[in-house]
Structures are given as structure tokens and as C-alpha cells.
């Protein structure tokens, strides 16, 4: 099971293990899509869901949604073969396609992971209880904090974030789990902050508002430029009043992009078949269903798109970098009006 798989590991195996040809067996279970999604408490696993059940009635297609640590497993899933689509972080996809950024992927291109389309923007939370005496980004040092699951996005993000301010690893202790049972830890008093990464309102986040007075660390002023100009991925991105219980300021912040990646080795039938039943019927979606469409389906693409996506949207001129204009609200994002959790 991937969801077992050691995240420093499975790059090992990545590059020297193919993808599932079709002839044999696969080729007998090519109307069967395997599709890696993300943790339960967050945005991928039930978009990724919802995506399932346009999927099965507009083609031939079945899909099965598999839970996990999200990006950058997902990435080692679709290199290995396990999986045929998957969600993940615009940045993750860029290190990993170029073999960058993050020791997963330091020295092993995954040449060939495909991106199909974009999304909606992810926003970076980080998440608190008043009375904690966290109220900036280096009140964070010394600190226990929940940096998402391994192998997420999440956690490459938040250590992403933290070093940009000087705190390294060893300067707080970290918790690595999912969102909610991150909820969790905060309301016991396990960890004294979180870093969440989802199209807000995040639903482990309401849940832990409605029982607790939380309050969150804001990523503006210099701090943000910092970080921006050290990853050009982040964009600027705001959490409106009122999107939680009890929140009733705007949350200076940014966001990263959520796509939907597969393999140059996919057979355009499926990405073409998966891609146009998803953008053909986004009003059935009620989950991002304001930021998922055609017009911004390639904002942020970091990743060569595949063949079968190129013919539906067009060449992506961002492609290979993401940028500060391709995510968050200059592309669509959270001035629009976001609803529906993560």
C-alpha cells in the first residue's frame, strides 16, 4: 500500500522503476483508474471523491480514490505506476519534475509526471488557540508544532515557511500528522500550533473553532515578500471575516495551487476522458466548484501538461514555474467568494 511508503524512499525507486505499460493485465484494467488523493481532513480526498462520481457517469471509466499523505507521496505513486491520477501542490510538482527543492527529489528528476489542470489555490494556514502566545511567525521558535503529514505538501510548505523566517528543524519540535487529528492536538493542548494547507473555510479547522477560540499567525509584510522571493510559487492570499467561527479579521496569508497530475505514459483516451467529464460538469461539484474551469485551468501549471490536456486547454505559458501571479487571488482565488471545506 502507498499509503505505507517511506517518503525518503520511494525516490529511490522511482526512477528505476516503469510505469505500467498496456499490454496484459493493464491493458485489461485500463477502464479502471486508480486515483491518490490526500488525508480524510482535508480538501483532496473529497474533491478527489466528487471527481469520482462525475467521472463514473460521463465515461466508461471506474475510479478508486485511495487516501494519503498527500503530494509528495502521491508524486511517488504516480512514478511507480500505483497510481494513474493524483492531486498536488503546484511546487511539489515543480521539484519534483526538475529534481529540486526538496530532498525527496534532490538528484531524481520525475521526468515523467504530466499536469492536466490546475485548480483552485491552497492557502496556508497556520493555526493556533488564543492565549497561546503565538502571534507571529517567530513566536514560532521553540515551539511544538504540527507540520502536516509526511510526505505532504503541507509539511514541505511549513518547513518551507519557517526557515524563511531562520527557524530551522531543530529549533522546535515537530508532530507530523493529518489535519484533523492535527485539530485534535491543538484542542488537548498537545502542540501549540499548525500548519494547514486547503481552499478555506478547511473543515478540521471549523470543527476546532466551534469548541475552541482559535486564531491564526499571519504571513504578511516583510516576512511574506521573504518568503515570496525565496519560492516564487507563493502567492499573496487573504482568509476573509467570518470564514471561521469566531474569526472575525481578515488573515494576511498565501497559497500555493492544487492540480490534477498524471504521466506522459497515461493514454490520452483517459486524460481526455477524465479531463473534459471534470470540466464539462463543474456545477455538480460543491467543493471549489467557483474556482475549477476552463479559463484558469492552467494558472500555476508547473509541469509539462500532458499530450490529451494540451488538445482540450491549449499550451500553458506558465509552465516551469508557477510564479507569484498564478495563484491565490490574482488567478481567480479567494477575492471570488470560497466556500465548502477542505
Keep these: 500500500m502507498v499509503g505505507e511508503l517511506n517518503r525518503r ?64 507521496e502521491n508524486v511517488g505513486g504516480l ?51 488564543q492565549g497561546s502566545n503565538i502571534s507571529t511567525l517567530q513566536d514560532l521558535q521553540g515551539a511544538t508544532i504540527n507540520t502536516g503529514d ?7 510548505n511549513a518547513l518551507q515557511i519557517l526557515e524563511s523566517v531562520g527557524i530551522q528543524q531543530n529549533d522546535f519540535t515537530e508532530q507530523n500528522t493529518g489535519f484533523s487529528q492535527a485539530a485534535d492536538q491543538l484542542r488537548n493542548g498537545d502542540i501549540d500550533a499548525a500548519f494547514v494547507v486547503g481552499g478555506w473555510p478547511v473543515g478540521a479547522i471549523e470543527e476546532l473553532a466551534t469548541t475552541n477560540n482559535i486564531a491564526f499567525v499571519q504571513i504578511s509584510g516583510q516576512a511574506r515578500q521573504n518568503i515570496k522571493q525565496q519560492a516564487e510559487w ?41 479531463t473534459e467529464s471534470i470540466f464539462n460538469n463543474t456545477g455538480q461539484l460543491s467543493l471549489k466548484q467557483q ?20 488538445e482540450i486547454f491549449g499550451p500553458a505559458t506558465t509552465q516551469g514555474g508557477g510564479g507569484n501571479q498564478t495563484g491565490g487571488n490574482g488567478s481567480g482565488g479567494n477575492d471570488s467568494g470560497g466556500n465548502n471545506s477542505s
Design 9 to 72: 524512499d520511494f525516490v529511490k525507486t522511482a526512477g528505476a522503476v516503469g510505469l505500467l505499460g498496456l499490454s496484459g493485465t493493464a491493458l485489461a484494467q485500463q477502464q479502471r483508474l486508480t486515483w491518490f488523493a490526500g488525508g480524510t481532513g482535508g480538501t483532496y480526498f473529497p474533491l478527489s471523491n466528487q471527481f469520482k462520481t462525475i467521472i463514473e457517469n460521463n465515461t466508461d471509466y471506474t475510479v478508486q480514490v485511495q487516501s494519503t499523505g498527500a503530494s509528495v
Design 79 to 129: 512514478a511507480q505506476g500505483n497510481a494513474d491520477f493524483a492531486l498536488i501542490q503546484n511546487d511539489v510538482a515543480f521539484f519534483a519534475y526538475n529534481g529540486t527543492g526538496i530532498s525527496e527529489f534532490e538528484g531524481t528528476q520525475i521526468r515523467n509526471l504530466r499536469g492536466v489542470a490546475t485548480l483552485y489555490p491552497e492557502t496556508i494556514h497556520i493555526v493556533t488557540l
Design 150 to 156: 509526511l510526505g505532504s505538501g503541507t509539511q514541505v
Design 234 to 274: 507563493f502567492a499573496d492570499d487573504t482568509i476573509p471575516p467570518e470564514t471561521y467561527t469566531g474569526q472575525n479579521e481578515p488573515v494576511q496569508t498565501i497559497a500555493v495551487q492544487a492540480m490534477i497530475a498524471t504521466t506522459q505514459d497515461q493514454p490520452n483516451a483517459a486524460v481526455r476522458g477524465v
Design 291 to 310: 474556482f475549477i474551469n476552463r479559463e484558469s485551468a492552467l494558472d500555476g501549471m508547473s509541469i509539462p501538461l500532458h499530450p490529451a490536456a494540451r
